[in-house]
């Protein structure tokens, strides 16, 4: 055997004749390396992305596409490179991890760069709908999601409204993009198997790095669904008193768009008809807060105050200086909010 002759103690002879390193100091120099180049591909690509999340056009979109099927190229590279260089088995687990996650390239394994290709075409498509789409209240009333349909959402207390709000998001979200979507899961699953999971969930739930994740995610829900179960039933209660029970269905669910919140995924914006306990001090600042000038900026510099507080760091100039904070007139913008790092210690969005 081939492996048992040419075993040394740093040089280990795979069986198809290429030499692996096991030195872990020359390891740590290419990761270094790695580290430098990969960072400068990252910010260039996060940039184009930036570009087009903050500026819509067609434009931006083949810019972002080219950028990413390019770091796709390089990402793929790499990971033949470290493989053909190093056996890692036996570094340390800081070194080890990070090898493991530049061999971890996810789609870009794929064989079929078309494929790539196609699935950044979908998810900007897909994006572009939901940060595009609208509804019409009336001939001269059609409202996006931000800030136009979040406000009805938010703030109407009129069962019809809501219901024709949420109801219209979706067939101007979910209809126009089902399909698209469809193909979007098939293609990514296609490519993944590449990396050798079943699919592309298989593949999201890795990033967890345990091989429990399913189960623990499914203890915590047990935990907690006690608790959510009674919130649940006095928030409906609550609706029920507000509404009309008639318009609750007999299964036990709330109406979706009830909770002052598009995805029902947050309930504080109908605190108002859940108040427990009426007489209790008010937990409203809204007043005070227009009372004290505040803006859009001012709420940023307040949350940093409380992050360095308990220890972080201020943010950089960068972020000030390159954010999106409010919303730009003049052209489509993905408005919901995100956090971006741009992979060179300085600019985060
Ligand atoms: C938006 O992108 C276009 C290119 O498609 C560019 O010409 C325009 O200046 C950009 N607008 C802003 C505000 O950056
Ligand atoms: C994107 O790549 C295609 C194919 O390589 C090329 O023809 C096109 O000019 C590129 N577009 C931009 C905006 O760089
Ligand atoms: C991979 O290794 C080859 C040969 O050493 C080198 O030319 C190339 O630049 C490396 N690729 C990357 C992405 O580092
Ligand atoms: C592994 O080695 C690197 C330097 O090569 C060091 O920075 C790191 O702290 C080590 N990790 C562990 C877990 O010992
Ligand atoms: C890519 O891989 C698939 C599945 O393994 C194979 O059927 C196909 O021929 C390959 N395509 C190319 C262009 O190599
Ligand atoms: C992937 O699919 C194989 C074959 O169906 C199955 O044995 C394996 O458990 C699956 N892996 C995971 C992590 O679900
Ligand atoms: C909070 O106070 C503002 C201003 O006084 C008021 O418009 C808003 O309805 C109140 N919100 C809730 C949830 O009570
Ligand atoms: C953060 O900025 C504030 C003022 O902008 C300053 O007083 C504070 O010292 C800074 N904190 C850190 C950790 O740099
Ligand atoms: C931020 O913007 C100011 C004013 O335009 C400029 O003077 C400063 O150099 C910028 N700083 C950074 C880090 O971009």
């Given at each position: 055997m081939e492996i048992a002759i040419c075993f040394t103690v740093l040089l280990f002879v795979c069986a198809n004749g290429q030499v692996l390193s096991t030195n872990e100091n020359e390891a740590v120099q290419f990761l270094s390396k790695y580290d430098a180049t990969v960072a400068n591909m990252w910010n260039g690509d996060v940039l184009a992305s930036w570009n087009y999340y903050t500026n819509i056009t067609a434009e931006n979109l083949e810019v972002m596409t080219n950028s990413s099927l390019l770091l796709s190229e390089f990402d793929k590279e790499l990971a033949a490179n470290a493989t053909k260089m190093f056996d890692w088995t036996n570094f340390n687990s800081t070194n080890k991890r990070q090898f493991e996650k530049i061999v971890d390239i996810g789609f870009a394994a794929t064989n079929d760069t078309e494929q790539l290709k196609r699935k950044n075409t979908l998810e900007a498509e897909l994006t572009e709908i939901y940060s595009t789409g609208e509804v019409c209240l009336s001939d001269d009333r059609c409202l996006q999601l931000e800030p136009g349909l979040t406000n009805v959402i938010t703030n109407s207390r009129n069962y019809n409204e809501l219901l024709e709000v949420w109801k219209g998001w979706r067939d101007a979200s979910g209809k126009n993009m089902r399909s698209k979507y469809t193909e979007f899961v098939d293609v990514m699953n296609k490519a993944i198997r590449f990396s050798n999971f079943n699919d592309t969930g298989e593949y999201w739930r890795s990033w967890y790095e345990t091989p429990t994740f399913e189960e623990d995610v499914r203890s915590l829900f047990t935990e907690l669904d006690p608790l959510y179960k009674e919130l649940h039933a006095y928030v409906r209660k609550r609706l029920m008193q507000k509404y009309g029970k008639e318009l609750f269905p007999t299964s036990g669910h709330i109406p979706a768009h009830l909770f002052g919140n598009m995805w029902a995924q947050?309930?504080?914006?109908?605190y108002d008809l859940l108040v427990?306990?009426?007489?209790?001090?008010?937990?409203?600042?809204t007043q005070k807060m227009i009372d004290k000038n505040y803006d859009v900026i001012k709420m940023y510099r307040v949350a940093e105050d409380f992050f360095s507080s308990i220890g972080m760091d201020n943010m950089t100039q960068e972020f000030w200086n390159n954010s999106m904070l409010i919303k730009p007139e003049g052209r489509d913008v993905v408005c919901h909010a995100s956090a971006w790092d741009f992979y060179n210690g300085r600019d985060f969005r």
């Open positions: 947050q309930w504080s914006n109908i427990p306990y009426p007489d209790a001090i008010s937990v409203n600042i």
